[in-house]
């Protein structure tokens, strides 16, 4: 099924929801229902089994959980300014979709999909070609740092807006996950805003899949109840970045 | 006979050229209907005139790097867009990252550079003739091909380039570089010229292997110094004694610095550089080069410049990879563009745009064009990427302004060359693209890792993606 006929069928099956920005507490950044998909809402648990606090979270630092499925990695930043509010996406067959803000006490937090939208390059066990590259850190990619930089062909993303492209050959915005806070500063993921790029890193890596899940089955399964989120060093072997 | 939809997309993209009239005139939107309409096509094609086989918004001559990115991405901004595109082969071959089949590096076949046409033609749903473009008529706005006449509103041409033996070599004759295209290819046009490359090379006995570097625009500028490491790699793995001989006409060659650091640690002296010199002739039979090396003489004259002297100099060789004078492909020619006077031709522009400055109809990227970017696959990606936009605009009455007239575009290029191999180590380049009033120019940019080394392993991992996303871009 492609893109379009996931969105024509939003509210028709009950698989795709809107969201409704009452139901949810703290702030909610995906508000117009078109480019949203939830997925299980899940439990941010750092490499010991432990809660993820948002208070905990180290400014400017990569940390990567796996979401929605059990071998898409996201990638989560404690940015060191505010997110930009309300920003209007669009992706590259049109649809055009809002993304309102990050979440935290000063809209520091957010969440992207971390498979490139270009094309789909993205952290492994083994390696990482897209992450966050911190303000005091060189890219090639773009005139300044502080940007979600993709190695591969040099693309980036403003992690302020949504994760907008910037430059480099990538047009669609990297994939939002959407993350809320709980009561007691805890972390959930619920779902994904935005042209994620899922089905064609399915069909793309099937030989990394079967060695790092087990197949391309398995690596699809949904992460339920917690998903493990450790920092990006702690994730792959190498970070490679221009 | 039942035919479903999936074998008669094959057989109509990758197909003989037979059905290739019935590709073209039968199929409008749909590239699965092609074979299935070849009987009405015939019909159809009479009202298109005696000579045509058909008529498309936008024809695309290329179905390289340049033009199946057009092609894309037209289709990406309006399905419904017509086009049609020729190619006069029926596969797709890689050029970037082959050198890395010649050193033999994990994984790196002949396969791994073969796509076929298949997949987007499917995908985009673009109209395919398999032809070989033997003549442009700008003013009937019509392109001959070895499998008919075809008329176009907008035309693109990323035909790549040819090879300029005959500037370089005035005295060979037609058989002479008949000969030498056989035994010692450029292997910068892929296909058999690197299957051939590849045999000699596990063929040789002990002796060397030399690589020429042609002065003058050519086709990726790293390819002859990441060649030259690949058969290092190679000759050390199969214990072959002997050296790799890199000649150049000019002084230097592509990101120098960055390849001599990776040789000197890898290679030893095993990889010979020879500047200034310039190739004059081959003798096949006893493989032997002869060039013309000019040095000083570290005497100086009256106006204090050095005094130069030229030598004619031979080496013996095992294995000859002659990379000659490049040029535009003859597809520029017979569209008798206006183009610059050097030994490439490059295709005038008009102005910060991938439109062809003698004719508003006519559009080219990739090597061909006449701005001061780099000839690289990534380069051509980007050119595709804004020609697409320029002729979407227009088509919808309007008129796109490319960004980099206002602001340089960061990376616009970069290009990845594999140095060394177990483990695999590579250095890179980036170009930042800037317009400077008349043309759009790169700069480049050879970064050092972390490490302070320029060859990095982590480049090497790059290189690979970087070549999975370009072919996923054009081929999935
Ligand atoms: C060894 C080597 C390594 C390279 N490495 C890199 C790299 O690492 N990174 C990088 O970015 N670039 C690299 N390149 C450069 C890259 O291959 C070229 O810059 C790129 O292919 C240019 O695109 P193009 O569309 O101009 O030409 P092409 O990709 O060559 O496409 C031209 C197409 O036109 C077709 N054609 C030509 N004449 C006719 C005709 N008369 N009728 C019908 N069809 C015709 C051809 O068959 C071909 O398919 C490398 C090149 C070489 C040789
Ligand atoms: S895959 Fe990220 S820039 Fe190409």
Sequence with gaps: MDRRNFLKVVGATGAFIAVNPSTIQNELFANTGAMFRAYERVQLLDGAGAPIKISQLKKEMNYVFNYPHVSTP???????????KDVKLTSETGEEYVWESGIG????????????????????????????????KPTMAFERSGVIVCSSHLSSFDAREGAKRLSGPAIDPLASVVIEVGEDDTLWAVGVLGSDRFHDYFKTFKPELKKFYGGKRKGKKLVKISAKTVPLTEYTKEIIQY | MEM?????????????ATVAAATMTGCSTKAGEMASSATSSAASAVGLGADLIGKHKVVIIGGGIGGMTVANNLKKKDKDMDILVIEKNDTFMSCPVSNTYIGKLEGMTLGSFIFDYAQPIQKHGYNWLQGEVMAIDRSAKVVTTSSGAVGYDILVLSPGIGYNYEAQFPTWSPEKIAHIKRVAPAALIPGSEHVILERNLNNMEDGDVVITIPSGKFRCPPAPAERASMVATFMQKEEIEGKVILIAEGAGFAKKPAFIESWEALYGDKIVFIPNSKVTDVDPDTKVLTYAQTTGTGKKDEDDFEIMKTETKTHKYEVLNLIPLNKASDVIGMAGLEVTKDTFGKVKMNGCSFQTKTDEDVYAVGDVVG???PPSGQTANWAGKQCAEEISARLKGGSYELPVKKAPVKAGNVCYSMVGDMPETAIMVTHDFSWNGSAIMGKGNVPKGPNGLYRQTGTAKALRDWYRGLMADMFS
Excluded at chain 1, 74 to 84: C, G, M, R, W
Excluded at chain 1, 105 to 117: H, L, M, N, P, Q
Excluded at chain 2, 4 to 16: E, I, Q, S, T, Y
Aim: negative net charge; glycine residues 6%; aromatic residues 6%.
């Design chain 2, 371 to 373: 701005h001061g970017i």
């Design chain 1, 105 to 136: 006490k000063d809209r520091t937090v957010v969440a992207y999909s971390a498979i490139c939208s270009h094309q789909l390059a993205h952290p492994t066990p083994d390696d990482s070609f897209l992450q966050y590259v911190q303000k005091d």
């Design chain 1, 74 to 84: 996201a990638i989560l930043l404690n940015l060191d300014e505010s997110t930009a």
């Design chain 2, 4 to 16: 479903n939809r999936r074998d008669a997309l094959k057989f109509g993209a990758v197909g003989a």
